[in-house]
């Protein structure tokens, strides 16, 4: 088992930045590839980001690539999601996930989510 928390929500004007993070005990971080997905009301929940195992490789939606950063502290068991230049359709709920690889779809363990407000 994996427990992940996130947190760093938030409420932002448009144009603005947010950093999530997300915290992993349990079994070892690093053998899991991690990403960040989002769920808008009435949307099905959508994959964002997502970071292999080592840290080395990187995925990016075509929706949030030159906005979103993704990168994890394999020492601090975290993983963070960098977001600039924030725009209301960036409004979701942000939910960290543990992979079993970097281009798996959908993670194996779940936290609870953060919610990200986008003002225009």
């Known amino acids: 088992q994996v427990q992940l928390e996130e947190s760093g929500g938030g409420l932002v004007q448009a144009g603005g930045s947010l950093r999530l993070s997300c915290a992993a005990s349990?079994?070892?971080?690093?053998?899991?590839?991690m990403g960040w997905f989002r769920q808008a009301p009435g949307k099905e929940r959508e994959s964002v980001a997502a970071i292999s195992m080592s840290g080395a490789r990187t995925l990016y939606a075509d929706s949030v690539k030159g906005r979103f950063t993704i990168s994890r502290d394999n020492a601090k068991n975290t993983v963070y999601l960098q977001m600039n230049s924030l725009k209301p359709e960036d409004t979701a709920v942000y939910y960290c996930g543990s992979k079993d690889s970097l281009t798996t779809s959908r993670a194996r363990y779940w936290g609870q989510g953060t919610q990200v407000t986008v003002s225009s």
């Open positions: 349990g079994r070892a971080f690093n053998n899991y590839a």
